[in-house]
């Protein structure tokens, strides 16, 4: 509760000293008034200081509760966005028909997407959403997440087999584009029957346009590197 003061609301109604309810800023009563209908200054100026004290205290307490919730949300948005990160790919186990008669199987280890800064590894199956940071139109960071919540500057990147029956037609590579510049890279793949990595041809995928990619080969996987924004 504050204690207050009335301004006067006639000449035979001088304003007096009032415990203010909470729910009301004024409260007006003549009741408890000097017989003589005379106040003090000193009595003026000490209501007048508990007013203004009472809307000081008021005010700093809006200001701490606006603070408070300012930081709430701040840690909530923080907490949300470091939730949505996805660093690691789960263990699982890889199937590629090959033939119509065999099949490739591989245990793939719980390891993460992102095998270097900015080098991307991907198998068949996998589709990724990676959040990309840019400075002054460069790439300084991509990471993948769990939902598109930027879609503004994430990629899609979906990685698939075609097949019919059990026989490999081909390897597809889509790339979603949201940026108002082309993204160049750079690809490698590992595909079955060889022992190492081998260098493949990649397009420029075009601003706000999805790139394709088509290879015969049964790929186990590829690694995306280089990626560069382009005019």
Same mark, same amino acid.
């Given at each position: 509760m504050?204690?207050?003061?009335?301004?006067p609301?006639?000449?035979?109604?001088?304003?007096?000293p009032?415990?203010?309810l909470p729910h009301?800023?004024?409260r007006?009563t003549?009741?408890?008034a000097?017989?003589?209908?005379?106040?003090r200054?000193?009595?003026?100026?000490?209501?007048r200081?508990?007013?203004?004290?009472a809307?000081?205290?008021k005010?700093?307490?809006?200001m701490?509760?606006?603070?408070?919730?300012t930081i709430?949300l *701040? %840690?909530?948005s923080?907490? /949300?966005?470091?939730?949505?990160? +996805?660093?690691?790919?789960?263990?699982?186990?890889?199937k590629l028909?090959v033939?119509g008669?065999q099949?490739?199987?591989?245990?793939?280890?719980?390891?993460?997407y992102f095998v270097k800064?900015?080098v991307?590894?991907?198998?068949?199956?996998e589709k990724?959403f990676i959040?990309?940071?840019?400075t002054k139109?460069q790439?300084?960071?991509?990471?993948?997440?769990?939902?598109?919540l930027n879609?503004?500057k *994430? %990629?899609?990147i979906?990685f /698939?087999?075609?097949?019919?029956? +059990?026989?490999s037609?081909s390897?597809?590579?889509?790339?979603v584009?949201?940026?108002e510049?082309d993204?160049?890279?750079?690809?490698?793949?590992f595909i079955?029957?060889?022992?190492?990595?081998?260098n493949?041809n990649?397009?420029?995928?075009?601003?706000?346009?999805t790139?394709?990619?088509m290879?015969?080969?049964?790929?186990?996987?590829?690694?995306?590197?280089?990626?560069e924004?382009?005019n």
């Amino acid at each position: 509760m504050f204690i207050g003061w009335l301004i006067p609301i006639s000449r035979d109604k001088l304003c007096i000293p009032a415990v203010l309810l909470p729910h009301s800023l004024c409260r007006s009563t003549t009741a408890n008034a000097p017989a003589n209908g005379t106040f003090r200054a000193t009595d003026t100026a000490k209501c007048r200081y508990n007013w203004s004290l009472a809307v000081i205290i008021k005010k700093k307490k809006d200001m701490k509760t606006r603070t408070f919730l300012t930081i709430l949300l *701040t %840690l909530s948005s923080i907490f /949300t966005f470091a939730q949505n990160d +996805k660093t690691n790919r789960e263990e699982y186990t890889l199937k590629l028909p090959v033939d119509g008669k065999q099949f490739y199987q591989q245990k793939i280890e719980k390891t993460p997407y992102f095998v270097k800064e900015n080098v991307l590894q991907i198998y068949p199956g996998e589709k990724l959403f990676i959040e990309v940071e840019t400075t002054k139109g460069q790439i300084t960071s991509m990471k993948v997440v769990k939902e598109n919540l930027n879609p503004q500057k *994430t %990629l899609i990147i979906d990685f /698939t087999q075609t097949t019919k029956g +059990k026989k490999s037609e081909s390897m597809m590579l889509n790339i979603v584009n949201p940026f108002e510049k082309d993204i160049v890279y750079k690809a490698m793949m590992f595909i079955v029957g060889h022992d190492k990595w081998i260098n493949t041809n990649v397009y420029p995928v075009r601003a706000k346009l999805t790139g394709i990619e088509m290879w015969s080969d049964v790929i186990i996987t590829l690694v995306l590197s280089d990626w560069e924004l382009k005019n």
